[in-house]
């Protein structure tokens, strides 16, 4: 399977594109299974501020009910789509992301962050960048509203944060902690809805986050955050060059390149 041009040109401009019903609902409902009866077990209250910035569940990161969401539905193949086939390193393991709900009224607003840069809770060391290539997100649970738990983004900040880290160098993204920004001037921020089974393709260096939840339901999510081959010894290249491991994409680059020119 592949993206049409209509999406890679959409993942382009936005940095971001939905893909509605790309896993089967029997895959889904497995997943939130083994997730529920694992919080039937207990949710320790203490490590709740750990679950929330790396997974809830742990001990089911690796098993087949999270990783087959990716490994073995069309989303492998989407994802191969856009960086190449044989360029992405293997699916081991997901992020099981909940968000449950909030008695804020009004609800905070959401605060955007690039991932893989150090907080005191996610593990990353203070000095280190632990960036990736595309950010896969598999909706498990309804979100119909805004202020649901919902993916947010901010779109088009892939291309903003390029220019910034061009223009200044990337010093900022090792600086610091995960709740600064780089200072620019980002677009309003999109809260998205999703039904189970819809998957996201993000590109790494989008703004995003999750929007506090005051509904009266938790939001369910699994995250996978893909790595090219080459990421490791390239990460702070690809700051400066943000389709440079996105070979599949390379087709609209030059389509929009010329349509600028």
């Known amino acids: 399977m592949q993206l049409n041009h209509a999406q890679k040109l959409e993942l382009y401009e936005k940095g971001y594109v939905q893909i509605p019903g790309a896993v089967p609902t029997v895959m ?149 902690d995960a709740e600064d920004m780089p200072p620019i001037d980002m677009p309003p921020a999109q809260q998205m809805t999703a039904r189970p089974g819809d998957a996201f393709l993000v590109h790494y260096q989008v703004a995003h986050t999750a929007a506090p939840n005051v509904s009266p339901h938790p939001r369910y999510a699994i995250y996978f955050r893909l790595n090219h081959v080459d990421h490791k010894d390239q990460r702070f290249e690809t700051l400066t060059d943000i389709w440079m491991e996105w070979d599949g994409m390379r087709e609209v680059i030059a389509h929009q390149t010329k349509q600028s020119s």
């Open 28 to 176: 889904v409902d497995a997943a939130v299974k083994a997730i529920n009866h694992s919080f039937g077990n207990g949710i320790d209250p203490a490590k709740m501020i750990t679950f929330q910035s790396r997974t809830f569940c742990p001990e089911l990161r690796e098993a087949p009910e999270i990783t087959d969401l990716y490994n073995r539905t069309p989303v492998k193949a989407l994802a191969e789509s856009l960086i190449g086939a044989g360029n992405l390193n293997p699916v081991t393991g997901g992020q099981i992301a909940v968000r449950f709900p909030l008695l804020d009224d009004p609800p905070p607003a959401p605060r955007p962050h690039l991932d893989g840069r150090y907080s005191p809770h996610n593990g990353v060391p203070a000095g280190e960048l632990r960036s990736f290539t595309m950010l896969v997100g598999i909706a498990l649970s309804e979100v119909t509203t805004d202020y649901a738990g919902n993916l947010v983004v901010w779109p088009g900040t892939h291309c903003q944060f390029e220019q910034y880290f061009r223009d200044n160098g990337n010093d900022f993204m090792t600086c610091g």
